[in-house]
């Protein structure tokens, strides 16, 4: 699915055994891309062309017949889509040589699909977009071009927020530069804070919210109380930011350390505010209920700031995400980046760079933040005209650009789905069925545990 502006998806790859590019795989569509290997030409990832492949079919406007086509797999629906068209038409727009075309293929998972079936036909995109650390496994199966020989002096990775290019790096040379980047909010009912006389910013810490909570559910929506927040079984992304919270972590290096007394006081204060408080529950879909005024908070990626400002008809707030001994604690980032395809044309290639410059001028990239909410990505997007005047119609948006600089990688066990699905399910477990976080952070850890060994040396061939 594309990163819905409601409910954005943080799934990362999926290693279940030994090989990270195995692992890093769906499964068996995972097998099928490294095997893929380079059948009819290299298999040295820092050489761009590989002989034996094609572009894929693609359609050309005749407006644009005769300049080099450059075929974009884009990941997006929606809002999200017609912002990445109107970006391409601007480009195609503003020169005479290349004509990017775009097409949509519905969510990351559906595009990890094509796009190994495609490597498999050797009839292949020029550019794919895979989210966080999800590209390690095309990177191991020799299907991503190197970048670092386009950078210049005007174009290079010291444009782009720090927090973000470290990601799209493997083994010391740039495989993704980024694009829809994201990292979670706090969103909360500021309509129902001012009528409580709450503070307008919202709350900084879980403890704050705990004193907030009592006001809250003495309203009534729909003859129940109203939630002080919603939490969902998908919160792992959001798990990461509320262990640091609490000043842990999910792994330390290599050693799972989510069980350990940080974690374990994150969780458990969790499950007494759903449980024992009543002041919380699991939502089917917490952005559904905070935006139909059943809870008066949820957590979401700055992705979600302009949906649910759409789809609220509250003042909607957003803060940081809350922190504990930590605050404000540090937040993973998100969202995904840009690569391009190794295939048989250099020249494609080349053309595909021009398009990444072009992204990353300030101006385009402060035009994508606006229309989607994604993060502008280039640092001196935020001072634009664009970003300025965003920010004066929606302060919202400056406490997503405020929280920037305290984005930071996952820990390692949040690079694989196994290991996120198992995390989620446990975070379930305690949110919805009331179990006691210690014995089911003693069941997780050692399944995480397994994930990390697994997959430790090629993880640190990755590092470099």
Not at 192 to 197: A, D, E, H, N, T
Not at 211 to 220: D, M, S, W
Request: aromatic share 10%.
């Amino acid at each position: 699915m594309s990163r819905s502006l409601l409910t954005p998806s943080r799934r990362l790859a999926t290693p279940s055994r030994r090989s990270l590019l195995a692992g890093l795989g769906l499964g068996a569509v995972g097998l099928g891309a490294a095997a893929c290997g380079a059948p009819g030409g290299s298999d040295d990832a820092s050489e761009p062309v590989r002989d034996g492949f094609s572009q894929a079919d693609l359609e050309i406007p005749s407006k644009y017949k005769g300049r080099t086509a450059i075929l974009f797999w884009a990941p997006f629906t929606g809002n999200l889509y017609a912002e990445v068209q109107k970006l391409f038409t601007k480009f195609n727009e503003s020169q005479d040589d290349i004509v990017a075309i775009s097409e949509s293929q519905g969510s990351y998972a559906d595009l990890n699909q094509k796009f190994t079936a495609s490597l498999q036909a050797k009839a292949v995109p020029d550019i794919v977009c895979f989210p966080e650390m999800q590209w390690l496994q095309f990177y191991f199966s020799s299907a991503l071009a190197p970048l670092d020989d386009y950078f210049d002096d005007d174009w290079n990775l010291d444009v782009y927020l720090p927090n973000y290019v470290g990601e799209g790096k493997a083994a010391g040379s740039t495989y993704v530069v980024p694009f829809a980047r994201s990292n979670p909010l706090y969103y909360y009912n500021k309509t129902v804070y001012k009528k409580l006389g709450l503070p307008e910013e919202g709350p900084k810490t879980w403890d704050e919210l705990a004193e907030f909570a009592p006001e809250i559910t003495k309203l009534q929506v729909d003859g129940k109380p109203m939630s002080a927040m919603t939490f969902s079984s998908a919160d792992e992304w959001f798990g990461q930011a509320d262990i640091w919270a609490f000043g842990g972590q999910n792994s330390k290096d290599f050693d799972v350390t989510i069980n350990q007394d940080p974690g374990v006081e994150w969780l458990e204060w969790q499950r007494k505010f759903i449980h024992e408080d009543k002041f919380a529950y699991m939502a089917k879909s917490s952005g559904t209920d905070f935006t139909t005024g059943i809870s008066a908070g949820t957590r979401g990626s700055t992705a979600s700031l302009r949906g649910f400002t759409d789809e609220a008809d509250f003042e909607v707030g957003a803060a940081f995400m809350l922190g504990q001994v930590n605050s404000p604690t540090k937040v993973p980032t998100g969202g995904s980046g840009l690569s391009i395809v190794r295939s048989d044309s250099k020249e494609r290639q080349d053309a595909c760079a021009e398009l990444f410059r072009f992204l990353a001028e300030p101006e385009n990239s402060a035009q994508w933040h606006k229309g989607t909410g994604y993060v502008p990505i280039v640092k001196t997007a935020k001072d634009t005209k664009i970003v300025k005047d965003l920010v004066k119609e929606d302060p919202n948006f400056k406490v997503a650009l405020d929280q920037l600089e305290n984005a930071h990688t996952a820990d390692r066990t949040n690079w694989f789905q196994g290991a996120v699905t198992d995390i989620a399910a446990a975070m379930a477990q305690v949110y919805g069925d009331n179990k006691e976080a210690k014995p089911v952070l003693d069941a997780l850890a050692p399944k995480l545990q397994e994930v990390l060994d697994d997959n430790r040396e090629d993880i640190e061939k990755v590092l470099g």
